[in-house]
């Protein structure tokens, strides 16, 4: 396992934008595929948006598509999320994770968590 810590959240209007960022401890980062998913009140955590390691590839829930963009910087140990056109329903805390096997896009392939960074929609 490695540690996980997100930072970017806060408050932003309606069709505003927010920059996520979540840094990785250790020295492989680029072998592991690092996920967002995210909490809205009373309901369950569900996938935002994925990247692979070294490829880079990527995948997105389909609420996101478009708005959202992931990426990584293996020389910083940094995965991004670039939050454009935000929505009310975008309201949640958001957490990264991190993966060296199984199916990016499933919460159960991970491993190592951070805790969370709260990020509100609101006018």
């Known amino acids: 396992q490695v540690q996980v810590v997100e930072s970017g959240g806060g408050l932003a209007q309606p069709g505003g934008s927010l920059k996520l960022s979540c840094v990785v401890s250790?020295?492989?980062?680029?072998?592991?595929?690092m996920g967002w998913f995210r909490q809205a009140p009373a309901k369950e955590r569900v996938f935002v948006a994925a990247?692979?390691?070294?490829?880079?590839?990527?995948q997105y829930a389909d609420s996101v598509k478009g708005r959202f963009t992931i990426s990584r910087d293996n020389a910083e140990n940094t995965v991004y999320l670039q939050m454009n056109s935000l929505k009310l329903e975008d309201t949640a805390v958001y957490y990264c994770?991190?993966?060296?096997?199984?199916?990016?896009?499933?919460?159960?392939?991970?491993?190592?968590w951070g805790q969370g960074t709260q990020v509100t929609v609101s006018s």
């Open positions: 250790g020295r492989t980062f680029a072998r592991y595929a």
């Open positions: 990247i692979t390691g070294n490829s880079g590839s990527t």
């Open positions: 994770a991190a993966t060296t096997y199984g199916s990016i896009t499933s919460q159960r392939s991970y491993n190592s």
